[in-house]
């Protein structure tokens, strides 16, 4: 299962006791690729989720919707992460303002069999 979020915290791990956690940075074009795939999108602020939308698609649209939801990752979890960086967005916004940048990766959070 693939999941947008805007964020990745420990609270999203299972309640295993130890993971190996693998997190690779993403040019926009292959996020662009592994955001067709996306099951789910758990950015639960709407602003975020649109202006995260509109870089990923160019404008276009598709994702699924988004959803204030908790993600709890297991071996068949991977997140596309949208790392946004700038100013407090402005409530209705749906482009980066001007010095923003939005950063994706991937995680992968594999639980280790003891």
Do not use: C, W
């Not at 071996?75 to 209705?92: F, K, S």
């Amino acid at each position: 299962m693939f999941i947008l979020t805007n964020a990745f915290s420990l609270n999203m791990l299972d309640d295993a006791s130890e993971h190996n956690v693998k997190i690779k940075k993403l040019s926009l074009a292959s996020a662009r690729i592994v955001a067709v795939n996306l099951d789910k999108n758990a950015i639960g602020h709407q602003d975020t989720a649109a202006v995260v939308e509109n870089v990923l698609t160019n404008g276009e649209g598709g994702l699924p919707t988004a959803e204030r939801s908790t993600v709890v990752m297991d071996n068949d979890t991977e997140l596309l992460v949208a790392q946004y960086r700038g100013p407090r967005l402005e409530e209705g916004a749906v482009e980066l303002p001007e010095g923003a940048t939005i950063e994706f990766y991937t995680v992968y959070a594999e639980r280790v069999k003891a």
